[in-house]
């Protein structure tokens, strides 16, 4: 009887626990769990979020009347004046679920980009490119690596002072290695800041450590959007990176001005394409280059761009973006941008900061005779859909670049240092 018993319990038990992963790997439940934890939304315009339609809902918000969502797989609501909200979620109309907040702000206006960049920057510390090794007598020696530094290092700070700059170490470099003293770095690894103490040695008539470092970055890409009255802009749609460890590169002073396009080179299923730019100087484009984040350059213009769009259009909520027909605003030739047609494939539901939102598809006819798609350069280039600045193009299918990624414009927009300039 008692191992009956026993059995019946385990089979149960195995019963109940099989109930629960499929319970938990339902589609409800997991919408349950993604439900966000905060939203934003325009004044005057809906609040969407995905839903279950397995579960029935009642809302209750500050501003409106509760109200039951049942066998909807979206949950609108309408955002009143701007404001900070409270929205309470009740399961079935009575379990509590959560309360949500909700910050309802006034529709915010930036003019689109498009022209192309040029970009010069001076990096905070010196980064370390490769290595030379230092011969007495003979025999080599390399004490950097000795002393564990890596290619992508960044040497913020030499004896307890700013590395400003390439010279700036070397001189401390030369006046320990005059008095026989190791020099001490304060390095920028891949995950943490650490210290390390070289000997300079006596090789080819200077005092050296044996690392080749540079303290300047420079690229071209796009202006994606900037603010008509502050000048205020943001580029590119990713971070400038090294080309070492892909990091993204710590900015302390830097400068863009017009670019050039005179070439490009058409993008293949093996390669891909890139444009061709050179600097051209202020004329069109020109102003600072303040800070490298997560979704681009930030900076101010110095001046209105000439050459490209002068109508502010709305920034839209990654909400506000849907599948289905678009335009990317770029240059291909000299300094004037054009128009041309995109598809959006696919749109992700994001209500925190993510790199890839957008997948979408280039249908101009035109941009795909002369690119073969996407190409190098075009990162940052603005995406428009029904009269809003909706993203921005970040990356590119390399096998098949006439597909692309880009970001929500208002991820851009959200930078802490952009809304700070």
Known sequence: MGRRTGKFVKILGLIAALAVMAVGTSVPAQRLLAFPGRLDEVQGQNITVPWSRWLPLTIAADHQKPRIISGAQVIKMEAPKAGHYWVRLRLFGWIPFRGVPVDVMRPQYVIPGGESLGIVAHTQGVMVTGFESIYIRGRASDPAVQAGIERGDVILRVDQRPVANVKVLQERIAQDGSRQKAVHLLVQGARTDHERTVMPLWYDHAWQIGVVVQDKTSGVGTLTFYNGVTGQYT??????????????????????????????????????????????????????????????????????????PQEALPLALPDQVHPGPAKLVTVLAGQVPKTFTIDILKTAPQYSPEVKGIMFKVTDPKLLQHTGGIIQGMSGSPIIQNGRVVGAVTHVLVNRPNLGFGCYAYWMASQKSYRGL
Not at 241 to 256: A, I
């Open 235 to 308: 580029a590119l749609g990713h971070s400038i990176s090294d080309g070492l460890t892909r990091r993204p590169v710590s900015l302390s002073t830097g400068r863009v001005t017009g670019a050039d396009i005179v070439g490009v080179v058409p993008a293949t299923q093996s390669q891909p394409g890139q444009k061709v730019g050179i600097l051209a100087g202020p004329g069109n484009v020109s102003g600072t280059a303040g800070f490298n984040g997560r979704f681009g350059v930030v900076g101010r213009l110095d001046h209105r761009p000439v050459l490209g």
